[in-house]
């Protein structure tokens, strides 16, 4: 007999053999550039739009139950959807899978940097790749807002929560506002008898508690070892919220200004290397790993930031859909789903500023849009060929 995992839609599903969901998130580790936003994009287009693994209702509140916790919001995603097709085993193949392909290409750079003392040019590949990038968020956008965008209160919630951002108010605030929002109004509702639902009965967050205080915590001594690696990382892994920036923040102020381990020019090529290579950004870590240890140093410092997303999916996941059967969690979950479609439309518009810049940016992304809108082009194929165009473009232009 057929094992079956349970969903919130069908009730229960057939699942999904590892080697599919290693196969798919190897590919995703090796072609997703342009940090969470289009890895949360080529994920809905590969799990939702073509295999049909999951449906978008179902997508949206994975990422709202990832939005909520600390730790890489596309390796936890990535978590989460091998969760909900094949148990405990989906979760541990599809992150791994995922993190694995950017461990392995940042530890070949920092193995380059330590030897020639400079990051390999990667410039005109991303000058192909950032467009391509944009066209597959804004496709993502669009299917996911048909599915989360459905009323009146979600779009005003959503359109709240992109002024909010763009004026400068941080992610997690605009998602507990938008959560809270939605939960009142559900209340309000029901209190005028214009709805009815049974009274909640599970909480209505996933934030979870972490130890430690900030990532930034003093350390006992300058001495560098590679148990202090790991725990700093595992801080890190475990309180961290919000972009690449953020996590610059709290590298610089724990490795350079209180520890001394590494330099601010060293931080900064780090910090490169964790945007210009596909996969999460916090491969950053498995970079200062190895200059700092070598091979063991990576190892050290690569399982260290990405365990706690582990632990905190394996501890939430299983809460969704309780979340959802609840009114009032429900509705928390609404109003952040939505709050996070405005959060990718903002970095989109912020990203897309920087990406598209001359013409043949602005044709990329454009015969991007169409090829995957109309023709469903697989993401990684277009991803591919950006790199290949934008290579090209730029040795030409080297040529005296």
Not at 13 to 29: H, Q, S, Y
Not at 306 to 322: D, E, K, Q, T, Y
Not at 375 to 389: D, K, P, T
Request: proline share 5%.
């Amino acid at each position: 007999m057929e094992r079956v995992v349970p969903t919130e839609s069908t009730g229960t599903r057939p699942r999904t053999p590892l080697r599919e969901i290693a196969a798919l998130f190897l590919k995703l580790g090796l072609t997703a550039f342009g940090g969470p936003a289009a890895h949360i994009a080529m994920m809905e287009d590969e799990v939702v739009a073509r295999r049909r693994w999951l449906t978008r209702a179902e997508f949206l509140d994975l990422l709202g139950a990832t939005n909520l916790i600390p730790g890489p919001n596309s390796t936890e995603l990535a978590i989460h959807i091998g969760h909900a097709r094949a148990g405990w085993p989906g979760l541990l193949v599809a992150g791994v899978c995922f993190i694995l392909p950017a461990t392995l290409i940042v530890s070949a750079l920092a193995w380059a940097y330590l030897r020639y003392g400079k990051l390999p040019e990667a410039e005109g590949l991303l000058y192909g790749i950032k467009p391509v990038v944009i066209a597959v968020v804004l496709q993502a956008l669009w299917r996911l807002g048909q599915s989360a965008i459905t009323t009146r209160l979600a779009a005003g919630i959503a359109a709240l929560a992109a002024l909010a951002n763009a004026l400068g108010m941080g992610e997690i605030a605009v998602l507990a506002a938008a959560g809270a929002l939605a939960a009142l109004l559900r209340r309000l509702r029901a209190a005028e008898g214009e709805e009815h639902g049974s009274p909640p009965t599970l909480g209505a967050t996933l934030v979870l508690p972490a130890a430690g205080g900030t990532a930034a915590a003093a350390a006992a001594g300058t001495a560098f070892g590679l148990w202090p690696l790991f725990a700093f990382f595992v801080k890190v892994g475990a309180v961290l919220f919000g972009s690449g920036y953020v996590l610059l923040a709290f590298l610089r102020s724990g490795l350079v200004v209180e520890r001394g381990w590494l330099t601010e020019a060293q931080l900064l090529d780090a910090v490169a290397v964790g945007q210009v290579t596909p996969g999460p950004v916090f491969t950053t870590a498995t970079f200062i790993g190895y200059l700092l240890g070598h091979g063991a140093g990576a190892a050290v410092a690569t399982v260290g930031i990405f365990l706690p997303a582990f632990v905190f999916v394996a501890i939430s996941g299983p809460l969704v859909p309780r979340l959802r059967r609840s009114p009032v969690a429900g509705a928390v979950l609404d109003g952040v789903n939505a709050a996070s479609l405005a959060l990718m439309a903002v970095v989109t518009v912020r990203l897309g500023a920087a990406a598209v810049v001359d013409a043949l940016t602005v044709a990329l992304a454009l015969l991007s849009a169409v090829l995957l809108l109309h023709w469903r082009v697989n993401s990684a194929w277009l991803v591919a060929g950006g790199a290949a165009i934008g290579a090209a473009v730029t040795a030409w232009a080297a040529v005296p």
